[in-house]
């Protein structure tokens, strides 16, 4: 079973429409959407939800009001600002805790004189598994201002890996995380390998040589793709040789077209609403991408 993941430096290159278009060209896959700060995966695939899971992660203070005597001194200890105090209209003041801001230390549970503080198992989001038009697709939604999500990430591709054991499919096509952080290496770690999509940025081609870093850090094979490739064909150019430097594969390029906006509006793929040219475009590199998964997971020049 092969797990190809598709991610970018930076969010908006195009990562999440053309994992859309790849889950409707692959064959015998299960989906994982483990953009899970920003999931949409979903908005293009259309997914009908069959099961829901709530994900708990980490700890959170609770003050039991009916003990707290109000006295401050877990005010006064917490160091992150995290234990407010409030009054109400008939002027009484109460400590409560800014869920945002704990961190879950316990110091107050502690030391609070009263026992009053206790901690709980922090509800950070929820994780489904859904059925769509290409195969089962496990998603996650993280809390407003809710953290672990590489934690949570780690959740999406294990009932993937599930799944697709249960069930004998060949591939995890994993959307992945924008960026270098914590979801990103808890999406890239274990891959069969990595498809890096980029523009022709300046700022595009700094964020590209991270994530390479980062891709060969962990050992995994990468894959290059620039999308919007005839609006800097220098830059494009400075990018494919700079893939190849590294050994790593130039999977292809695909134009500038309206289509990627298209496809989003109409919630469907590239692959229904682009022209010939975008879509033999996106033929080409999953070829090129399952072509070299099939070959192996070495690097190639
Ligand atoms: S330390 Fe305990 S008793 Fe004192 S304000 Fe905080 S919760 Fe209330
Ligand atoms: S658990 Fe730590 S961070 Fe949270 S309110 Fe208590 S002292 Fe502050």
Redesign the pocket.
């Known amino acids: 079973m092969n797990e190809l993941l598709v991610i970018s430096g930076k969010g908006g290159t195009g990562k999440t429409s053309l994992t859309a278009a790849f889950a409707r060209l692959a064959e015998n896959v299960v989906l994982a959407d483990c953009d899970v700060d920003a999931a949409d995966l979903h908005l293009l695939l259309a997914p009908e939800i069959r099961e829901r899971h709530e994900f708990y992660s980490g700890q959170q203070a609770q ?1 039991n009001q009916l ?9 006064a200890l917490c160091r992150f600002n995290a ?1 407010e105090l409030n009054k109400n209209n008939n002027s009484e003041f109460s ?1 409560t805790i800014n869920s945002a801001r704990c961190e879950g230390c316990g110091v ?1 549970v502690r ?4 026992n ?2 206790t901690s709980q198992t922090r509800h950070c989001g929820q994780w489904m598994v859904s059925d769509t038009a290409y195969g089962p697709m496990v998603h996650a939604k993280l809390d407003v201002a809710a953290e672990n999500s590489g934690k949570l990430v780690t959740t999406v591709r294990d009932e993937a890996r599930r799944i697709a054991q249960e069930q004998n499919r060949s591939m995890i096509l994993i959307d992945g995380p924008p960026g270098i952080g914590c979801p990103v290496i808890a999406s890239l770690t274990g891959v069969n390998k990595v498809l890096i999509v980029t523009e022709p940025t300046l700022s595009g081609e700094h964020d590209l040589k991270r994530v390479l870093d980062l891709a060969d850090h962990f050992g995994i094979p990468a894959a290059v793709c620039v999308n919007k490739w005839d609006i800097n064909p220098s830059i494009t150019d400075s990018i494919e040789a700079e893939t190849i430097k590294r050994g790593s594969l130039v999977a292809g390029k695909i134009p500038w077209d309206n289509s990627f906006t298209v496809a989003q509006l109409q919630a469907k793929t590239i692959l229904e609403v682009g022209n010939e040219q975008i879509v033999n475009s996106i033929n080409s590199i999953w070829e090129c991408l399952t072509s070299s998964l099939l070959i192996g997971t070495e690097k190639h020049v």
């Open positions: 003050i003990d707290c005597t109000v006295c401050g001194i877990c005010n234990i400590y107050c030391f609070c004189p009263e009053a503080i």
